[in-house]
């Protein structure tokens, strides 16, 4: 275990925590400072493999990394906000409760296909309270002609926070957790007036990716490339990526 743990010390970059704020009742605001981030070649949905816990001998090898999404970055000052629920109550979250600003925060880029696609004329942005910031991030670098509907939602719909810049320029509610068929009834009406050619962004629960893909293929008949998917976390699983 100390060697892997060495190995990830080696393979993530150190940078530091710059501040952190709550941003609703779970979710936390952490900007972080590094002089890599000034020449990070960076696209929107682009995301950080943070090392959790290197130095805490208890933690358990499945829980050594996390993922989080950008929700900004700012090339100039160096640096990058990421958004944090802590509902999972797990290493993530305990982390994230717990760290502070001056600390030493590892973390490594991931890129993956969930990402800034300009393809399309109208957009349908889907997800939970997990997947909101790095929607935010997609939806922000879109350019200002496209058409966005959004469906996000949460337990307590309050806990779902304003953008970066302050505005809201999603659509909330408030749902269950894996609420499938409220979603669907959303869906029916939003791709009604939706024009041109479209892309669906989904991300948060794993439930929702895997059902509502298929919803989009067979009821919708959407093509695979319309449709992106990206599960946050699953609820039988302990991290993911
Ligand atoms: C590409 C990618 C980007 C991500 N970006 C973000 C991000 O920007 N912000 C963010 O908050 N999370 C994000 N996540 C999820 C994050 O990586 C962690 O999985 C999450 O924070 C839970 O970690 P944990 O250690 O606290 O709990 P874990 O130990 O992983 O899980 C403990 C338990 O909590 C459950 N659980 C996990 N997440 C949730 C949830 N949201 N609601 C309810 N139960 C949950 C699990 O199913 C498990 O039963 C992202 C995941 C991926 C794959």
């Known amino acids: 275990m100390g060697i892997i743990r060495n190995i990830l010390q080696r393979l993530l970059k150190e940078n530091t925590i710059e501040k952190k704020e709550k941003l609703s009742e779970s979710v936390y605001r952490i900007q972080v400072k590094g002089n890599g981030i000034k020449n990070a070649e960076f696209v929107p949905g682009y995301f950080l493999r943070v090392g959790i816990g290197l130095s ?13 999404s950008v929700w900004n970055i700012d090339k100039e000052n160096g640096t990058i906000d ?31 296909n969930f990402i800034l696609d300009e393809s399309a004329d109208s957009y349908l942005m889907i997800g939970d309270l997990s997947a909101l910031s790095h929607l935010y991030m997609i939806r922000r670098n879109l350019s200002k002609d496209k058409q966005v509907e959004s469906i996000l939602y949460s337990q307590h719909k309050d806990e779902l926070y304003t953008d970066i810049d ?76």
């Not at 809201?168 to 894996?178: A, L, V």
């Not at 499938?180 to 892309?199: A, D, H, N, Q």
């Open 56 to 68: 805490d001998e208890s933690i358990a090898l499945q829980d050594f990394v996390r993922s989080y």
């Open 166 to 241: 302050g505005t809201t320029p999603f659509d909330f509610y408030e749902m269950p957790q894996n609420p499938y068929e409220s979603i669907v009834s959303k869906i029916k009406e939003i791709v009604l007036g939706m024009t041109g050619r479209k892309i669906v962004y989904i991300g948060g629960d794993s439930r929702i990716c895997v059902a509502l893909n298929q919803f989009f293929r067979r009821e919708l008949n959407w093509d695979t490339k319309q449709i992106k998917t990206k599960p946050f976390w699953n609820p039988v699983k302990k991290g993911l990526e």
């Open 82 to 112: 990421l958004a944090i629920a802590t509902h999972s109550k797990g290493v993530g979250a305990k982390w994230t409760e717990e760290c502070q600003a001056g600390d030493k925060i590892y973390f490594t880029w991931k890129k993956g």
